[in-house]
T-cell receptor
Framework: SAVISQKPSRDICQRGTSLTIQCQVDSQVTMMFWYRQQPGQSLTLIATANQGSEATYESGFVIDKFPISRPNLTFSTLTVSNMSPEDSSIYLC?????????????FGSGTRLTVV | QKEVEQDPGPLSVPEGAIVSLNCTYSNSAFQYFMWYRQYSRKGPELLMYTYSSGNKEDGRFTAQVDKSSKYISLFIRDSQPSDSATYLCAMSAGTGGFKTIFGAGTRLFVKA
């Protein structure tokens, strides 16, 4: 399965600032996914990043708040803009891995964001 | 009602015990069922994958799907302290473009 490098692993940021999270995959993939994981809550899909087109955002998430770049088939960034304490969470990138009976997602190790 | 319900725990068991983790769901269109394991400060990793109903066994792990009851289970036999992690169920109606819905995860502690 794919190997994903995600950074930074954690950060503490001031409210009103922005943080860009990077995700590097060791193989070419069509779609990359960005998730948010808040304590005690399920993984929530923020958006799907497709190379060569605009990202597709899920309900409740907007491009102005979470701009995404996808310059090639192995790399994507997610920016959390104008941060507030409510944005404190773990952010994860993922790709679909495997086929058929081994279908599933491979995740990066996550970025633990604290906004103060 | 959430599409996928999962008891958050924590669940604490002694080493060697059989662990049962469960999820219920409401969407009858779900066909693909997965279990992920997430260690502290790590991303989730795929543990088991099952299509439609039935059982699947992999070493000490057995996944069961009962579509008539909209209920899935993960059993861990001979549990080890290294099994201590959060276990997330996940499901989707299909592959390639279908959204995967995750449970909130059950935190498991296996005591030596």
């Amino acid at each position: 399965s794919a190997v994903i490098s995600q950074k930074p692993s954690r950060d503490i940021c001031q409210r009103g600032t922005s943080l860009t999270i990077q995700c590097q995959v060791d193989s070419q993939v069509t779609m990359m996914f960005w998730y948010r994981q808040q304590p005690g809550q399920s993984l929530t899909l923020i958006a799907t990043a497709n190379q060569g087109s605009e990202a597709t955002y899920e309900s409740g998430f907007v491009i102005d708040k979470f701009p995404i770049s996808r310059p090639n088939l192995t790399f994507s960034t997610l920016t959390v803009s104008n941060m507030s304490p409510e944005d404190s969470s773990i952010y994860l990138c993922s790709v679909v891995s495997g086929q058929g009976r081994d279908y599933g997602y491979t995740f990066g190790s996550g970025t633990r964001l604290t906004v103060v | 009602q959430k599409e996928v319900e999962q008891d958050p725990g924590p669940l604490s068991v002694p080493e060697g015990a059989i662990v049962s983790l469960n999820c219920t769901y409401s969407n009858s269109a779900f066909q693909y069922f997965m279990w992920y394991r997430q260690y502290s400060r790590k991303g989730p990793e795929l543990l088991m994958y099952t299509y439609s109903s039935g059982n699947k066994e992999d070493g000490r792990f057995t996944a069961q799907v009962d579509k008539s009851s909209k209920y899935i289970s993960l059993f861990i036999r001979d549990s080890q302290p290294s099994d201590s992690a959060t276990y997330l169920c996940a499901m989707s109606a299909g592959t390639g473009g279908f959204k995967t819905i995750f449970g909130a995860g059950t935190r498991l502690f296996v005591k030596a």
